[in-house]
């Protein structure tokens, strides 16, 4: 594990045309012209990040969103300055007229995911690592692994959670079948891997790797195979230590989501869009709270929710 990929995972502890795929992500930069990007807002009427942005007003952050609108809402826990510690919510999951309810995972959350509609099902990680799949209309609840990572992602038809696991920084990539229980392993390389995106079509997915020895933006295949880099083509450390700039990643327990023009990435900085092509096409500086809800891409900026149209 190089110092770059240590460093990598340790901050973690703390728009193309519809027929496109994103099979075309493993391409250097062409000379085609990037995407336009442009931003509307979301009526307050209907958005349910909206409705339930009152809670903050209590200490409380709006952590996901789901389709039928409820919401799973948290304080985050104190850490030490400069901790290596990663960052735990006390949660409540919100209906969508408000009630408050405990989840059923107790001890606090580090992440937590709702599948697209019309399943229920919500992905957890709690505070000690455990994975855990919750069906919100059985009620039934299950530990699926024991060492997984923040930044775990659905697939669009509800069908298959990536998600990685392992003992920090060693972690492989991992593909959940939801409907039969059975997973493989997408990697068995041991880099720190997050941050999972699945294509809209549901063939591929995009997550970080850290394999080169600095985090990139990859894409494969569902088996694994095709790995290849979507962002810093070219990029060595050899460059990077002479003062070269890594693309935009996802450094926080946000995954990356496609939308038909871009990548959507959140990072330390803003929400960032990156087109099939590995490039920067644009960023919305202090921007942060990157969803999906109802097949719409949100964010916050400048104190309002805003979509891509």
Known sequence: MTPMARSALAFWTFAVPAALTLAACGKQAGNEDPPRLETVGVDASGSPHVRHGSLATRGAQLLEVSDDGAAIVGRARPVPPQSSARLVFDAEIVASDG???PLPVPGGLQDIRFAPAPSKLVALLDARDALWLWDR?????RQHAKDAFPGFAFSHDAKLLAYSRGLGPELDAWLLD????????LTREGAPVWGFAFSLDDQRLTFVSSREGFPCLVTSSLDGSGLTRLTNHGMTQEKLRAGATLAPFPDGRRPPIWTRRALAVE??????????????????PGARDLHIVSGNVLFRSEGRWETLP
């Open 267 to 284: 990072d330390a900085s803003g929400v960032h869009f990156i087109d099939p092509q590995g490039r920067l096409v644009a960023s919305r």
């Open 99 to 101: 009630a408050l309810s």
């Open 137 to 141: 209309a059985s009620g039934s609840v």
């Open 178 to 185: 939801l409907g039969s229980a059975t997973e493989h392993a």
